[in-house]
Nanobody, 125 residues
Framework: QVQLVESGGGLVQAGGSLRLSCAASGRTFSNYGMGWFRQAPGKEREFVAAISWSGGNTYYADSVKGRFTISRVNAENTVYLQMNNLKPEDTAVYYC??????????????????WGQGTQVTVSS
C-alpha cells in the first residue's frame, strides 16, 4: 500500500508556471511507475504525463508536450510536474497515480493502482 499526497497547486495567470509535487509513503517508491492525470469540471479524467519506475521513460499528452515536464527523485519519494506556459484550458484538479511492482505506465488510468486526492490548478486568462 502507498499513499500519495499532491501539493503545489494554486491560481496563476496564463503564461505562468507551477510545479506540482507528489509525495509517496513507503520504502518501495522506486518500484512504482508514476503518472499525472487531471479532471476539469464537467469532463472526464485525462492523462497528462507519466514516468517509468527507473525514470528512463517519460510520456506526455499531446496537449502538454513541450510545456510540462515530469520528473522523479526516488531518494525523496517524490514525483514532480513542472508546468510552464500555462493556459486557461489547463485548469483542473491534478491527480498523482502510482503503478506498483515495476509495471509499465502510460495514458490508461487502469494501469495505476493508487491515487492521490488531487490538487487544484486554476489558470486565469
Amino acid at each position: 500500500q502507498v499513499q500519495l499526497v499532491e501539493s503545489g497547486g494554486g491560481l496563476v495567470q496564463a503564461g505562468g508556471s507551477l510545479r506540482l509535487s507528489c509525495a509517496a509513503s513507503g520504502r518501495t517508491f522506486s518500484n512504482y511507475g508514476m503518472g499525472w492525470f487531471r479532471q476539469a469540471p464537467g469532463k472526464e479524467r485525462e492523462f497528462v504525463a507519466a514516468i517509468s519506475w527507473s525514470g528512463g521513460n517519460t510520456y506526455y499528452a499531446d496537449s502538454v508536450k513541450g510545456r510540462f515536464t515530469i520528473s522523479r527523485v526516488n531518494a525523496e519519494n517524490t514525483v514532480y510536474l513542472q508546468m510552464n506556459n500555462l493556459k486557461p484550458e489547463d485548469t483542473a484538479v491534478y491527480y498523482c497515480a502510482a503503478a506498483r511492482n515495476f509495471r509499465p505506465v502510460g495514458p490508461s488510468s487502469g494501469l495505476y493502482d493508487y491515487w492521490g486526492q488531487g490538487t487544484q490548478v486554476t489558470v486565469s486568462s
